[in-house]
């Protein structure tokens, strides 16, 4: 009995210290989705804004991809909590513990929850040969292409999952989903006219868009956005899809046990990332919003993601979108 407790008290001195120190080594943030795309983007600016907050150690993203980010979030909450391993995830974190079942983690107790980091709107994007110049164009091709209709997404459980699920419920015309890993590789295949539409986060749609590499006919949000080149796109509220809102946000999480002063040094790195200049910049330049005040805290970010869940529950359950 003696020798446990010196053991304990061993251990309790060792992550003592090691919380002093920290950091000492590369911290890696898990992306659930691959390289190039939407939340690999935001993870990324965050990681280079992150690293100057926490004494110059690198912050690497390490691209975990598949099953609509259950892959990576699972590796996230299996990792040892020493405060090296990360998660960057967005509104799956939300939307996965109803359209996927037998997720192989608890959202809500596998976690510590360090913070939201921004809300980002989504586009209906189009391959650039579709003939539909905007919605109501478009809804007249998808009912006289009935059965032939491919939609790209990055899987169950993704935010274009989710987009697409909700936007095939109101326009009642069921479509061939087309998975892929992230929407990064979706957004080649809808650019190369593989696939005919995607509904996507703008940090990854605004550059194609721009460039006219697919056409853009409406965006998810109740409200137009004001970024320049994306502030003519109607809403699909007022292109006739009544109630149809979708905005996609991030966190940053821990896995469960993370020391509390190593929380509390990552919190106080993320808060600095979020109000660096460059950071917000970059952010907006790609039609995101930068989350700042109480929504940078962690007890803040459990509570909206409790929420989220409640918000999406009876959505999804109504809308008898199962991903099985
Ligand atoms: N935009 C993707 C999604 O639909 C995620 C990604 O590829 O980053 O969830």
């Known amino acids: 009995m003696k020798k446990l407790v010196t053991l304990l008290a061993l251990a309790a001195v060792a992550l003592a210290s090691h919380a002093a120190d920290y950091p000492t080594k590369p911290i890696s943030i898990i992306v659930p989705f691959t390289a190039g795309g939407p939340t690999d983007r935001v993870a990324r600016d965050l990681a280079e804004a992150m690293r100057k907050q926490l004494g110059g150690v690198s912050v690497v993203v390490d691209n975990v991809a598949g099953a ?36 192989p983690f608890k959202v809500e107790s596998d976690f510590e929850y360090l913070g939201l980091v921004n809300e980002v709107p989504m586009t209906l994007v189009t391959k650039p040969s579709l003939p539909a110049n905007n919605y ?26 989710l987009c697409g699920l909700l936007f095939q419920n109101a326009v009642q015309i069921d479509m061939t989903t087309v998975p892929y890993k992230g929407t990064a590789p979706a957004m080649t295949d809808l650019i190369g006219g593989q696939i005919d539409l995607m509904c996507d986060q703008t940090t990854n749609t605004t550059s194609q868009i721009e460039a006219k590499k697919v056409k853009a006919l409406a965006v998810t949000t109740a409200k137009r956005l004001t970024t320049p080149s994306l502030k003519d796109l109607p809403t699909l509220q007022e292109s006739g899809l009544k109630d149809f809102e979708v905005t996609i946000w991030h966190g940053l999480y821990a896995p469960k046990g993370t020391p509390a002063d190593v929380l509390a040094k990552l919190n106080t790195a993320l808060k600095a990332a979020l109000k660096d200049p460059d950071f917000i910049k970059k952010q907006e330049g790609l039609g995101a919003v930068v989350v700042t005040d109480k929504r940078m805290e962690p007890a803040e970010h459990k509570k909206f993601v409790l929420a989220e869940i409640a918000k999406w529950s009876p959505i999804i359950k109504a809308a008898n979108v199962y991903a099985d």
């Open 136 to 161: 109501k164009e478009l809804s007249a091709w998808l009912v006289q292409n009935k059965g032939k209709v491919n939609l790209g997404n990055a899987g169950v459980g993704s935010a274009s999952h």
């Open 68 to 103: 609509g980010s259950s892959i990576g979030s699972a590796k996230a909450a299996r990792a040892t909590p020493d405060g090296y391993v990360l998660l960057l995830n967005h509104i799956g974190m939300a939307t996965m513990p109803v359209l996927v079942r037998n997720l």
